[in-house]
């Protein structure tokens, strides 16, 4: 799969209030939008589809503005199963040739994409709703609409996109299932709403979502993707937007143009002033936007993408980095550096160094980075078995998990949104001990339950000097246990509440084995969890 940088879209709503104002805000900067129609607007008699307001017509003032367009198609019609998302023959017949109602009138409309979020409760209703998200019944219900929706809009126009999934987050049980019926041939694209995936982690849970072979070299739009918190929206912007040129995304929307008051950051006020995250989209669609993407590459716990030969994006574990030769630094809103007080990234402040000519680091080269430290991270090297393994391909740990017997059990990778809760990514979980007594980890997070433990083991390639450092945070008032131990032997222990926070000298020899054990001595714990092998 040749790897680029995804198309930027931005996720207007014209379809709920036609608004010219906000077109012509976004027109200089957003060349793409991703809108919706409401059904029940455009057919008010049965099989009669007409576009005759505002929120119907909208597609064509977009196409006067030489814009592209994908519009969304979720709602129902109460002429169709009684009002609720359509579940009978007729009332799945009568959405597909809604959909193609809207290729049919729009040319410059590129891509349907059949329904929003279908996997969650909240754009969905009647007996579809009342079944579980990750159900055979649920997946099949969206199956038939997906198949309504390719057959007759690809009649109309083969060369329109069918963007099918819909999905909130990466329920991979849901999109597994889901393409085991054949869904493959009814979609151009997988449309995903990853929210709840955090960048560092996205190309590692998108590699595993790949590992269905339907879904391997498939393209993926994510169709959704934005942040609530305004001041970190930009950097969240162009994390996301470099885990997705790695992931194999053509198109990327962000969520939202304009503010609609739901709390997330938009890229324009009302007044049509752009905001951080805005500006930081402007720098993407101006310079990133079609480069072909590679990664950067540059040790464990640092993160960044190369695109092209002359820019590349960079965060991480903290590294002293300059440039030379013409090169220059700008911050995630494409606000160029100018000061060496401000010439650093971390984990939070990401960096775009930008080139006249191919990236070369080194002293001869026009970028000098700093020796990277980490040799171990539990959450960069975060991987996921393929079956039973404690060390999955990538990672430098072997995880397990300890019951409250003493038994040594493996914590395989485990669906997204599966029966018996967890979370709607892909993580490692152990059910062997039944599904309400489950201790799993993800890459932040682990559930232990009373009496058990999870624990994280480095075996040395070769001879080491570093510092270990391991830092938790539980539930109030549950107390949490750690224990290291180096070859069985107990070097370290303690007990907190709330908080352990611990960095430890450690010199290993080669194939000494460094154990980190995590114990919930009395009651369940969720801790927030980073272990750490840093020289």
């Not at 957003?30 to 059904?39: E, H, I, Q, S, T």
């Not at 969520?255 to 324009?268: E, K, N, S, T, V």
């Not at 820019?311 to 060496?340: C, H, L, M, Q």
Request: charged share 20%; net charge neutral; glycine share 8%.
């Amino acid at each position: 799969m040749i790897l680029r940088a995804p198309v930027l879209s931005a996720c207007s709503n014209f379809n709920q209030a036609w608004a010219p104002e906000k077109l012509a805000h976004s027109a200089p900067m957003v060349r793409d939008y991703r809108d919706g129609m409401f059904w029940a607007q455009v057919e008010t008699t049965l099989g009669e589809h007409v576009y005759d307001q505002p929120t119907t017509t909208y597609p064509t003032e977009i196409a006067a503005a030489d814009k592209r367009l994908s519009v969304m198609i979720q709602s129902p019609n109460p002429l169709y199963d009684g009002g609720v998302t359509p579940y009978t023959p007729e009332g799945v017949e009568a959405f597909g040739h809604f959909a193609a109602s809207i290729v049919r009138k729009y040319p410059n409309v590129h891509s349907i994409e059949v329904m929003n979020e279908f996997n969650a409760q909240n754009f969905i209703s009647g007996p579809l709703k009342a079944m579980q998200p990750f159900s055979d019944e649920r997946v099949a219900g969206y199956f038939e609409l997906l198949k309504s929706v390719a057959t007759k809009c690809r009649a109309v126009r083969r060369s329109v996109k069918i963007l099918g999934g819909a999905t909130h987050s990466l329920p991979t049980l849901y999109l597994w299932k889901l393409f085991d019926l054949g869904a493959r041939a009814y979609m151009d694209a997988l449309a995903l709403h990853p929210y709840t995936t955090i960048p560092e982690a996205m190309v590692e849970q998108i590699k595993f979502m790949r590992r269905h072979p339907s879904i391997d070299s498939m393209p993926i739009e994510i169709t959704e993707f934005g942040a609530a918190d305004e001041t970190r929206a930009a950097r969240m912007f162009a994390k996301l937007y470099s885990q997705y040129s790695l992931s194999g995304a053509s198109r990327v929307s962000w969520y939202q143009m304009h503010d609609r008051g739901d709390g997330f950051a938009p890229l324009y006020l009302a007044n049509g002033t752009i905001t951080a995250v805005g500006r930081a989209y402007k720098f993407a669609q101006d310079n990133l936007v079609g480069k072909n993407a590679s990664p950067l590459n540059k040790g464990p716990g640092t993160y960044g993408t190369r695109f092209g030969l002359n820019i590349f994006s960079i965060w991480g574990e903290p590294r002293a980095i300059s440039v030379r030769n013409g090169a220059e630094a700008y911050d995630s809103r494409g606000e160029k550096i100018t000061t060496d007080a401000d010439m650093y990234f971390d984990e939070e402040r990401l960096l775009y160094i930008v080139a006249p000519t191919t990236i070369a680091f080194g002293s001869a080269g026009n970028v000098v980075l700093a020796p990277a430290k980490t040799i171990a991270d539990s959450r960069a090297h975060f991987r996921f078995p393929i079956a039973r393994e404690y060390k999955a391909a990538g990672d430098v740990f072997e995880r397990f998990f300890r019951d409250k017997n003493g038994l040594e059990l493996p914590l395989p990778s485990h669906h997204g949104q599966s029966p018996g809760g967890g979370a709607w990514f892909p993580s490692r979980w152990n059910k062997d001990v039944g599904v309400k007594n489950e201790t799993h980890i993800e890459e932040r997070i682990m559930i232990i339950q009373a009496l058990c433990e999870v624990v994280h083991r480095y075996t040395a390639p070769k001879a080491t000097q570093g510092s270990l450092v391991i830092k938790l945070i539980g539930r109030p008032n549950v107390p949490m246990q750690v224990i290291v131990r180096k070859n069985d032997a107990v070097v370290a222990e303690g007990e907190a509440v709330v908080n352990y926070d611990n960095t430890l000298p450690v010199n290993l020899a080669l194939g000494d084995a460094l154990e980190v054990v995590v114990r919930a001595p009395t009651l369940r714990n969720v801790i927030d969890y980073r272990i750490s092998f840093v020289k």
